[in-house]
């Protein structure tokens, strides 16, 4: 593996790219997904089966407490499923720069959904990193509005976890459920079928909507406000606990 230090204000996308033109490989996963360098350890950025703390050496910060420019290894970044240290401890760190430990192979992640048939509408039998990130580069262009087009914070619900024994009986009442085996014996269920299932995607409550792409993904259709996001959020919320039991909890940060 070679260790790559990355400036927190540099383009996540171009970052991406960077690396798997130079032969690196383990980002090819999170391309085109929108923000910052410095952003990806805070929220531990992930996509299509792969977390970006996986490939973070160490984080350079400012402690606000301290006074001092400190360094993080990756265990005391605390990286979880979309959190961390620097969400945990919000008002503590300012990152400054990332050092990722990006090696030249590695195995390809490309169990998640649709994946595989977008490589195989590419003609790619022997996928290589570069490739698997214009398959999954695609897909996204596909099913996620540009936040440049039509205001959007990306995916709003992470997707929940819960225990064998709900996913099992939720997967028996409800045949076709997708679900991936997650840490500690549990699963993790798909937030976007969750919503899909309740009626929600394409679905309009004044000037917010749930997109008619992806029916994780809220969007802004020119003059809705904060609270009209939260309120239809929250209606979601609440038919997906009443239906299936399942909390959905919301992956941005709500000011």
């Known amino acids: 593996r070679a260790l790559v230090r990355v400036e927190a204000g540099e383009n996540w996308n171009d970052f991406v790219r960077w690396s798997l033109g130079r032969g690196f490989c383990g980002l090819e996963n999170l391309v085109l997904i929108p923000g910052t360098a ?136 409800n045949p076709g459920m997708p679900a991936w085996n997650g840490a500690e014996g549990q699963v993790k269920l798909s937030a976007a079928w969750l919503i899909e299932s309740c009626g929600f995607k394409g679905l309009q409550q004044g000037h917010a909507a749930v997109s008619e792409q992806h029916a994780l993904v809220l969007v802004n259709r020119g003059q809705a406000s904060g609270s009209e996001i939260w309120a239809l959020a929250e209606r979601i919320r609440e038919t997906v606990a009443t239906r299936f039991g399942v909390d959905l909890e919301a992956e941005p940060l709500v000011l």
Not at 90 to 98: P, Q
Not at 117 to 128: Q, S, Y
Not at 136 to 163: C, Q
């Open 38 to 173: 410095g952003a990806a350890p805070i929220q531990n950025i992930g996509a299509y089966g792969v977390e970006v703390g996986e490939f973070i050496d160490h984080v350079e910060a400012w402690d606000r407490i301290g006074g001092e420019l400190v360094q993080l290894s990756n265990a005391e970044c605390r990286f979880g499923y979309r959190d961390s240290v620097f969400k945990q401890q919000r008002d503590r760190y300012i990152v400054t720069s990332v050092t990722f430990a990006l090696p030249r192979s590695r195995p390809l992640r490309m169990d998640y959904a649709g994946v595989a048939e977008e490589l195989a509408a590419l003609g790619i039998e022997t996928p290589t990193a570069p490739a698997l990130a214009e398959a999954i580069a695609r897909i996204r262009t596909r099913k996620l509005p540009n936040p440049a087009l039509i205001g959007n914070a990306g995916s709003f619900f992470k997707n929940p976890v819960v225990a064998q024994s709900q996913a099992t009986a939720l997967r028996e009442a």
